[in-house]
């Protein structure tokens, strides 16, 4: 359920700065948006791995 909501919390967000992009298309802007966008991704990828709790 984590995973899912996680999940749906970066679908928002992706598509919320994706319509911000879209509508002020400055390149500095999609610049940002884009490495904001993978720092993002790449915390779900490392935060919401199945490891077992301590």
């Known amino acids: 359920m984590n995973r ?5 919390a970066f679908a928002v967000f992706a ?7 879209y ?3 400055s ?3 999609v610049i940002v948006i884009l ?3 993978a720092l993002v991704a790449y ?12």
């Open 4 to 8: 899912f909501l996680a999940l749906f």
């Open 15 to 21: 598509g919320f700065v994706g319509i911000l992009a």
């Open 23 to 25: 509508e002020v298309p």
């Open 27 to 29: 390149p500095d802007l």
């Open 35 to 37: 490495f904001t966008t």
């Open 43 to 54: 915390d779900f990828i490392t935060s919401s791995k199945n490891d077992p709790k301590k």
